[in-house]
């Protein structure tokens, strides 16, 4: 069962999330000019919270325009998250290797950890059902989380 079907949601719905989710993604990675120029523990946070909140939304959904929000909520986190893995890969990797810094990040993040969620989530949806698998990604993202809120002022390089 999907999360959708989880609160009588239909394929109809599926579409109609992921389509206002991929809208409000691109409208905040076109105002990436403006996003990077919030302070770093900002975005750190916001990228933090973001899906932090979509999840604690969709745990209480019992209907879909609450999943919907959710995924609106989390898609703008996306879409300041994006820019953000631009800055890191920017500072951290050396001139001569940027583009490899580039993929080996955007790879790592839309592939690898695409296939390692779907796979722990399927898995835990099946055995144990959509909320114990919400309970699991909330407790997880509390990790990220704590972490964006601990972290110390930038180091410079």
């Given at each position: 069962a999907t999360i959708i079907a989880s609160v009588n949601g239909t394929v109809a719905d599926i579409g109609i999330d992921a389509f206002f989710g991929t809208m409000i993604q691109a409208a905040f990675i076109f105002l990436a000019g403006y996003t990077n120029k919030?302070?770093?523990?900002?975005?750190?946070?916001?990228?933090?919270?973001?899906?932090?909140?979509?999840?604690i939304l969709t745990f209480i959904a019992t209907s879909t325009p609450l999943v919907f929000l959710g995924t609106f909520i989390y898609n703008i986190g996306y879409g300041v998250m994006l820019p953000l893995m631009r800055y890191i890969t920017e500072r951290c990797v050396n001139k001569d290797l940027q583009n490899?810094?580039?993929?080996?990040?955007?790879?790592?993040?839309?592939?690898?950890?695409?296939?390692?969620?779907?796979?722990?989530?399927?898995?835990?949806?099946?055995?144990?059902?959509?909320?114990?698998?919400?309970?699991?990604c909330i407790a997880i993202s509390s990790v990220a989380c704590l972490m964006a809120c601990f972290k110390k002022k930038e180091a410079t390089m």
């Open positions: 919030l302070p770093l523990k900002l975005r750190y946070l916001i990228v933090t919270f973001m899906p932090w909140i979509m999840l490899l810094g580039q993929n080996i990040a955007d790879s790592t993040f839309t592939s690898a950890s695409a296939i390692l969620s779907l796979l722990y989530s399927g898995a835990i949806i099946d055995t144990f059902g959509v909320k114990a698998m919400l309970l699991l």
